[in-house]
């Protein structure tokens, strides 16, 4: 089975603070992904990664980073957390094979206050 | 403009009846569809996917039917459990990298 695990299932930050979120995958998946979850707008791609230090902007990239630095890491940095990034962040992998499935980690709730 | 929508934001079922997902897209070149679900406080976890080539799959309770002129699939969930509710989302692959996702519909089973 695949596994996907992210760093913390609940995050409170201050206005301001840089935060870390970290996935890791065991399945030798070549892409990975970052989304934001809020109600009624689905899941938005932040960033996503098809390859070791590469990167492209999704959706809403704005206020947000990635590295990936190892093929089974992948993490996401606001550079200076905002009230209006409260929200769950959700990290997933796929194989990088046509048709692409994507697996999700459990989430992490992030609240700035 | 959405590319994949799912028009219902809530839905309330009868444990033991038919449940019905609705998702409508807008891109031909879209030959790869996927349901999934969430509970709160989980990511989503995979359910079904149907290819483009094909206009049902079927893996026990569930079933996808596609209608490629309608631009058209829906997911029904036969017999509705209570372990069913959750909210449900539609994604579309086109080829990319990227997965195109749909608002999501929250199933409410009632007992």
């Known amino acids: 089975d695949v596994k996907v695990t992210q760093s913390s299932r609940y995050l409170v930050k201050r206005t301001g603070e840089k935060v870390f979120l970290e996935c890791v995958q065991d399945m030798d998946h070549e892409n990975m992904f970052w989304y934001r979850q809020d109600p009624g707008l689905g899941l938005r791609l932040i960033y996503f990664?098809?390859?070791?230090?590469?990167?492209e902007k999704g959706d809403i990239p704005e206020g947000y980073s990635v590295s990936r630095e190892k093929k089974e890491r992948f993490s996401l940095i606001l550079e200076s957390a905002s009230t209006n990034q409260t929200s769950m962040y959700l990290c997933?992998?796929?194989?990088?094979?046509?048709?692409?499935?994507?697996?999700f980690g459990p989430g992490t709730r992030l609240t700035v206050l | 403009d959405q590319q994949v929508k799912q028009n219902s934001p809530s839905l309330s079922v009868q444990e033991g009846r038919i449940s019905i997902l609705n998702c409508d897209y807008t891109?031909?070149?879209?030959?790869?569809f996927l349901w999934y679900k969430k509970y709160p406080a989980e990511g989503p976890t995979f359910l079904i996917s149907?290819?483009?080539i094909k206009d049902k799959n079927e893996d026990g309770r569930f079933t996808v039917f596609l209608n490629k002129s309608a631009k058209h699939l829906s997911l029904h969930i036969v017999p509705s459990q209570p372990g069913d509710s959750a909210v449900y989302f539609c994604a579309a692959w086109g080829g990319s990298y990227q997965l195109i996702w749909g608002a999501g519909t929250k199933l409410i089973i009632k007992p």
């Open positions: 891109n031909s070149m879209f030959d790869y």
């Open positions: 997933a992998s796929s194989l990088g094979q046509a048709p692409d499935t994507q697996y």
């Open positions: 990664s098809y390859d070791v230090k590469m990167k």
């Open positions: 149907i290819s483009s």
